[in-house]
C-alpha cells in the first residue's frame, strides 16, 4: 500500500482536485450558495501531491532532507489554504 501511494500520489491528489470542483460548481450554480473557492485548495492539494510524490520519488536527496522538503512545503501549502 506504501509503494503503490508512492507512486499515484498525484493521481490521488488530482481526483481530490476534481471532487473539489465539482462541489464547488454544485454550491454556486446549483444551490447558489457562495462557499469558499474550493477549486483553487483542490488545486493546491493536488500540486502539493504532485510536488510530494516527485521529492519521494527522487533518490538524490537522503531521508532527512525529504523529510524536512515534504514537511516544509505541507506547512506552506496548509498557510495557503488558511490564509486563503
Sequence with gaps: MKEWFKKHLG??????C????????L???ILKI???DLAQIGAVVWFMGCF???IILNEKYSEKVK???IVFSVAISI?????Y
Design 34 to 36: 457562495d462557499h469558499y
Design 11 to 16: 493521481l490521488v491528489g488530482f481526483l481530490v
Design 67 to 69: 523529510n524536512g522538503i
Design 27 to 29: 454550491c454556486r450554480f
Design 79 to 83: 498557510g495557503y489554504i488558511y490564509y
Design 18 to 25: 476534481m471532487a473539489f470542483i465539482l462541489i464547488e460548481l
Design 52 to 54: 510530494i510524490q516527485a
